[in-house]
Nanobody
Framework: QVQLVESGGGLVQAGGSLRLSCAAS????????MAWYRQAPGKQRELVAD???????NYADSVKGRFTISRDNAKIAVYLQMTSLKPEDTAVYYC??????????????WGQGTQVTVSS
């Protein structure tokens, strides 16, 4: 079983910055990808950014140029640096870990979510 613990959410004014952190622990094995998702009230959960095992990252069009995803393999952690925040970035942000604890399994673990609120 894998545990993911997020931190760094909060209330910020439009134009401000926040940095989200997510640390994973447990029987992880091989890390395939780490990602950040978000879910705003009344909307579906959407991918914000992900970073695969080779280091390549992908971003939603709505956050390109403003958000940066990074990871620390030694700490099994992923980060999301958010700048130039907009009210429409308000959501609960979740980290996700795609991992293979053995040769036959490919699993996904989720964090509990952290609230990000951007005031106008």
């Amino acid at each position: 079983q894998v545990q993911l613990v997020e931190s760094g959410g909060g209330l910020v004014q439009a134009g401000g910055s926040l940095r989200l952190s997510c640390a994973a622990s447990g029987n992880i094995g091989r890390i395939n990808a780490m990602a950040w998702y978000r879910q705003a009230p009344g909307k579906q959960r959407e991918l914000v950014a992900d970073i695969i095992s080779g280091g390549r990252s992908n971003y939603a069009d709505s956050v390109k140029g403003r958000f940066t995803i990074s990871r620390d393999n030694a700490k099994i952690a992923v980060y999301l640096q958010m700048t130039s925040l907009k009210p429409e970035d308000t959501a609960v942000y979740y980290c996700a870990l795609d991992y293979s604890p053995d040769l036959l399994s490919s699993l996904r673990g989720w964090g509990q979510g952290t609230q990000v609120t951007v005031s106008s």
